[in-house]
C-alpha cells in the first residue's frame, strides 16, 4: 500500500496553526476523502504526532502544548465552523493524540479564558454550544 505523505508536517504546529486556520482547512479536506482513504490520514496524522512528540525534552512539550491549546481555543471561536464527523475525527487524531502523549510525561494542560462574550443570551450561545 502506498501512503499519501503529506498528512505527516515537519513542524506539528502545522496541524493547528490558526495562522493558517489549519484545523478548518485540514478538516474540510479530509470531509472529502473516502472513508479508507480518511482512516489512512488520520493514522498518518497520529503517527507524526507520536514520533514528534517523542523527540521532545520537557520543556518543548510545555510550549507546545501552551500554543496547541491557544490555536485550539481560536479555532473554536472561528466565525464560520463545521462541526462534521470529519472535523472530530481530525481533533481526535490530531489534539486527543497529542494531548493523551502530555498525560503520560506527567503534564496537565490548565486553560484559563478571560471571557469577552456579551452576557447576553445571543453573546453566549456559541460559547455554550462549544465548551459545555
Known sequence: ???????IFDNIF???DQRKDAIFLHSRKLATF???KRLEALDLIQF????QVQKFTDEQLVAHAFVMADDLYKAANRQINAFDKA?????EASVSTFCSLITKRGFTIHYLIDNTFQKTPQGMFKPLE???
Do not use: K
Open 48 to 51: 507524526s504526532i507520536r514520533n
Open 1 to 7: 500500500m502506498v501512503y499519501d505523505t503529506n498528512w
Open 34 to 36: 473516502s472513508d479508507d
Open 14 to 16: 502545522d496541524y493547528w
Open 87 to 91: 472535523l472530530f475525527q481530525y481533533l
Open 130 to 132: 462549544i465548551y459545555e
